[in-house]
């Protein structure tokens, strides 16, 4: 890292010296309530809140900057009143705050061409909508074209302010981007901060960053050829770059400071067969190395042929403590994504979203993180309702199977009528949007809706243990066991203690209980299949947990496992909390006995590493070897935390002291000392593997 990035970094990582130029929060019913007075049409407030905050925007420059563009404006304004929201919500289901989020455009419908190319394009197809009597395409047409103008507004207030300080690099670049299509690495990553900027201005949050190093790559390569950069040089403007991803990041909405879906994706096959990974990946992850930022989120993608340097590499990040970058299977998530009905060109074109789910680029308006089923629920409701009838464990596992169909049907009616609020800026970057006049909230090629699935683990030790000891050895009868559970274990600890650690465990590479969970996995991509959604799509079961892992287990009656009530789950697709597993080989090998390609939603296998496991590089070596055998198995996703136990618990003790301190929460990784106690607590509980080494 140069002496230039450093002072950058400090600036903007570590002494948020840009929160000086934010302006002060508003009413963020300013707009709103003038909308509702003049019963404004709900694609216009879009429109006019995202103008409006472009307008508000104040230009400011930082001291050895290349790449503008700051957020100030701290206050995105509501589109609708309180009241109106209540109403919205009666008829229909909204999802988070009610924004097209998550979801990845194709930043090249905007980068290949230029915002004034653009702006031609769509005023020949509104002068078409109108010559045809489509008044009201013709009209969003207009807002769009509105939009562009705005923001090349505050682009070229920015070219003013740099001419004014000096600063020559900025002011060239803004004559040339956004108005024209870039014609350099930096102006293609000036133009890339440009239209993520506005994403956020227009409060379409969780704006992933796709397969960044596919469409960049070409600007780089270029001026490479020109001798214009070395790698070095085009190291140090690539961590520029990253470094924007971290200067807004505290006003990006999320349910954690830290959860604010910049995740980018390197590498992965090509329709071709061929590996997609270049030196822009490299670099990438080179970056991230030296910066030790969380942001942007890196993604791997991996498959057989991928050697064993890249997973070495990514290794190196995982030692720093980062989280990332969190691996994806190719030869799993592919095959996956078709037989979900995906297009071949679309699937090998597979990014992450904020967290793990898999969407399409410019295709997807999928809602792949709507709700959440939880298998540990189902069994519990199962036990506490049905147990004691059962003749045998095949009955009892059918009643567990009636209750996750029974949860499906009941998710699948709640997300019923889904509204979301017009997107018109990211509808450029979408599939047949300006062609058709249509808003990307209305939907695109893909409207699939994605379940996370809670708690498995948990769920197949459960139903390990009543098998063993209510149906085989037969050692306790199912009404004691029913009772014990609706006591919490109250006077029956050693029962507890004995269905805790002397039953059956998921991660020990045990047939007995890992069967039970495939079974658990299958079960529910049955309970999906065939079914439609309101947008016509379908639904995709998952692995994932996101922050349903603590809500599911808040107030969930003991289970026979062990887990007492309020205890809970482990993260994603993980042990539970209190296995006491062999290690991190047997666990990978009982994680990738299901048929992952059917639950491929997507949700990691999560493991927690003790730090000291990535001291030597023999040892990181080793990890990076781990990876691969996950993957080699049959594994679909895989993040790795590097975690120290007694490191956290001083943290929490002297915050102050760990503002640096990085850790994975869920699909995300955040500074251990800005999250919420529930969440640094779960994390300290989770697992700390040892690799022999």
Known sequence: MTERIERMRQFFVVDKGQKAMWQKEENPYVLAEQFAAENTPDVDRAARRLIYVLDKEEPVLFEDERIAFTRTVTTIPEIFTEAEMEELRKEHWIHEKGDVCNISVDYTKLLNQGFDAKKAELEALRQQFSQVGEAAKAHYIKLQIDILDHVLSLAARYQE???????????????????????????????FRIIHFTMWC?????????????????????????????????????????????RDSDL???????????????????????????LLSELCLKASLELKVIDPKINLRVHEKTPLGTYILGTQLTRQGLGFPQYSNDDVVIPGLMELGYKKEDAYRYVVAACWEFIIPGAAMDIPNIEALSFTKAVSDAAMEKLEQCRSYDEFEKAVRDKIDAQADELCKRVNGVYLFPAPFLSLMMDGCCENGTDVSLGCKYNNYGFHGTGIATAADSLAAVKKFVFEEKSMDASSLVKALGNDFEGEELLCNRLRYESPKMGNNDDYVDEIAARLLNDFADSLKGRVNDRGGIYRAGTGSAMYYIRHAENLPATPDGR???????????????????????????????????????????????????????????????????????????????VNRDTMLEAQKHPENYKNLIVRVWGWSGYFVELDKEYQDHIIQRMELMLAV
């Open 161 to 191: 302010l740099a001419e004014k300080k000096g600063n020559d690099v900025i002011a060239r670049t803004l004559k040339a981007v956004p108005a024209h299509a870039p014609q350099s690495f930096l102006e293609a990553l000036s133009m």
């Open 202 to 246: 227009g409060r379409n949050y969780h704006n992933t960053v796709g397969r960044f190093d596919q469409y960049i790559y070409p600007y780089l390569k270029a001026d490479l050829d020109k001798g214009l950069y070395t790698e070095e040089s085009a190291l140090e403007l690539l961590e520029e770059f990253f470094l924007t991803f971290n």
């Open 252 to 278: 990006y909405p999320g349910m954690q400071q830290g959860d604010n879906g910049q995740s980018l994706v390197l590498g992965g096959l090509n329709e071709d067969g061929s590996d997609s990974y270049n």
């Open 564 to 642: 007492r009530k309020g205890e809970g789950f482990g993260a994603n697709y993980s042990p539970s909390l209190f296995s006491r597993c062999r290690g991190p080989v047997s666990i990978i090998q009982s994680f990738t006995k299901p048929d992952l390609k059917r639950v491929i939603n997507g949700g990691p296998l999560t493991l927690e590493l003790h730090d000291t496991v990535f001291r030597t590089e023999e040892s990181c070596a080793k990890v990076a070897v781990l990876v691969k055998s996950f993957m080699d198995l049959g594994g679909h996703q895989l993040q790795l935390n590097s």
